[in-house]
């Protein structure tokens, strides 16, 4: 069973920045695919970005690529989101999540087995 906990959400003003992090719990976290997700009001879950357990490799949603970076560091079992140039739409509450694969990962929500309790990031224009 792994445990995830979301912290660092917020209210920033547009072009400002904030890191999310997750904590987890479990032996076997390193080797999961851990991902965030998010999801504004009335619209559909959607991924944001991923990481693979077996090499580090990141994946982005083209509307955060070269804004966003994940990152993990299996010491401190956490995954981060560092959220840079923050536009209104990226306004929603960001979930992260974990996928009992290794070498994989998936843009489908319903495809991941562990889920954090989300935090809320709103971006003012």
């Known amino acids: 069973q792994v445990q995830l906990v979301e912290s660092g959400g917020g209210l920033v003003q547009a072009g400002g920045s904030l890191k999310l992090s997750c904590a987890a719990s479990g032996r076997t976290f390193s080797r999961y695919t851990m991902a965030w997700f998010r999801q504004a009001p009335r619209q559909e879950r959607e991924f944001v970005a991923a990481?693979?357990?077996?090499?580090?490799?990141?994946y982005y949603a083209d509307s955060v690529k070269g804004r966003f970076t994940i990152v993990r560091d299996n010491a401190k079992i956490t995954v981060y989101l560092q959220m840079n140039n923050l536009k209104p739409e990226d306004t929603a509450v960001y979930y992260c999540a974990a996928q009992r694969t290794t070498g994989y990962y998936s843009r489908r929500y319903e495809q991941y087995d562990y889920w954090g309790q989300g935090t809320q990031v709103t971006v003012s224009s």
């Open positions: 990481i693979l357990g077996i090499n580090d490799s990141t």
